[in-house]
């Protein structure tokens, strides 16, 4: 068969056409993160023949038309990880959420728990032997990918052709739209004071031969920023951004110690500029894999030093936290917090880290707190607690009890709120303050 791109885009039909194959009633997977095809989704908002599709999806980039008001009924989304765009929907009642592990989704679409009819994507071009990638995210989009009957793509001459478990044949497509248009792009973050000390501190714990996840935001690209002089640093990530590349492009990134993919940086996803979409294309050294495999606690344990870094919405004194809602505001999703939680605490010398501004609205609220929010979802639990950075201090709170934990906590939490985080637990008998040495 021939599979050369210049002939086989004669056959790309228009978004509108695409999105016809989608039946009424049926179970949509939708590509996330820099992926997103958003031409596709802007056709699936045009549609008024239809009703009663559902589509899942992680985080996504770009314009997401299908969560207006007047698609209500035709269309509805199902975030398995929540966004900007959805938060609005979501607390609306006009949109869904659905609490799960990152390394969980794969198989929910693979043991048809969540039955997927189509699958709307964004590919690179095939190759001489037929095979696309699934480019910047591989995460559940493979599996989404393999378990849908209907495979409706964007094929655009400007998506990164990645490594690892990225190829996905071109046969499998449906029908496609040919595009050749920038990426989803997200710039990193400034950094802030608070974000520096964090980082600083942070970037104090990682040492030598350490194997390193972090997510995106200030916090981690502070932390990044500030790892140039280390040596022989592993990435076993489910994510990575621009601010990876720098030290890579240093020698600090080797993966010489990991045992899983040695020699290689393994990851999910990827978000970031036109610089990161550079780096990750055709490139041997960046391995990408489905979440059910980055994610995978038994396989993160195995590298030597795991460094998780973890960001939170609020933790309370005993050590619980709160990541994916501001109350019962669902703000974004359990993700992999915890995946990468266990696996750095069961990992040789591992250090599992809960990172934190200790304020949130320009100070005047502590995210530091002596009881979570009403609503508020326990991503990590007080049994699954290690390190927790804010700008004022570390501390590890493994084997302390509970006053323990408040008075380390309070140590660490803004200095305009200590007394008042004193005084609102010092009446409650589990802590027990003032008692004990």
């Given amino acids: 068969m021939n599979h050369d791109w210049s002939l086989l885009k004669q056959r790309a039909m228009s978004p509108d056409d695409v999105v016809k194959l989608i039946p009424s009633g049926s179970r949509a997977f939708l590509h ?33 038309p299908i969560l207006n008001q007047e698609c209500e009924g035709r269309v509805r989304s199902v ?41 709307i994507v964004q590919l690179s071009p095939p190759d001489k032997h037929g095979l696309c990638t699934l480019g910047t995210s591989v995460d559940v989009a493979l599996a989404a990918f393999e378990s849908s009957k209907i495979i409706l793509a964007e094929i655009n001459e400007q998506m990164p052709r990645t490594r690892g478990e990225s190829f996905v044949p071109f046969s499998r497509v449906s029908a496609f739209i040919a ?11 400034p950094e802030g004071p608070v974000e520096g000390r964090i980082g600083a501190i942070i970037a104090n714990l990682v040492e030598d031969g350490s194997t390193l996840q972090m997510g995106i935001g200030a916090i981690p690209d502070a932390v990044l920023t500030r790892l140039h002089h280390k040596r022989d640093l592993g990435i076993h990530t489910e994510m990575f ?14 993966n010489k110690f990991k045992t899983v993919f040695p020699g290689r940086i393994v990851t999910a996803f ?19 894999a489905g979440s059910d495999r980055t994610n995978d606690t038994a396989a993160i344990r195995k590298n030597p030093k795991v460094v998780a870094i973890n960001s939170a919405i609020e933790i309370d004194l005993t050590g619980q936290v709160c990541a994916d809602s501001m109350g019962h505001r669902i703000y974004s999703g ?35 707190t002596a009881e ?11 049994g699954h607690i290690h390190w927790v950075v804010t700008e004022y201090g570390v501390v590890n709170l493994q084997g302390m009890t509970l006053r323990e934990r408040a008075e380390a906590l309070i140590s660490i939490a803004h200095p305009d709120f200590r007394e008042e985080l004193r005084r609102t637990v010092a009446g409650l008998r589990h802590f027990n303050f003032g008692g004990g040495t």
Wanted: hydrophobic share 40%; net charge positive.
């Fill in 334 to 368: 359990i993700g992999g917090q915890m995946d990468f939680i266990r696996g750095a605490a069961l990992s040789p010398g591992g250090k599992p880290i809960i990172a934190l501004p200790s304020t949130a609205k320009s100070g005047t609220i502590s995210r530091i």
């Fill in 179 to 189: 595009t050749n248009r920038p990426m989803h792009q997200h710039p990193p973050e």
């Fill in 32 to 64: 996330g993160g820099a992926a997103t095809p958003s031409a596709l989704v802007e056709a699936l908002a045009r549609r008024t023949d239809v009703e009663g599709v559902r589509v899942y999806h992680v985080h996504t980039e770009g314009p997401m």
């Fill in 79 to 119: 975030s398995l990880f929540s966004g900007g765009a959805t938060r609005g929907p979501i607390a609306e009642g006009r949109a869904d959420f659905m609490p799960v592990f990152l390394s969980d989704i794969p198989h929910f679409f693979r043991s048809r728990r969540i039955p997927l009819d189509v699958a």
């Fill in 270 to 288: 990827c978000v970031g500029t036109q610089k990161t979409f550079d780096f990750v294309h055709d490139n041997a050294f960046v391995t990408f």
């Fill in 372 to 382: 979570l929010k009403p609503g508020a979802g326990i991503v990590t639990t007080r």
């Fill in 241 to 254: 951004s621009d601010r990876l590349i720098p030290l890579v492009e240093a020698g600090a990134v080797t």
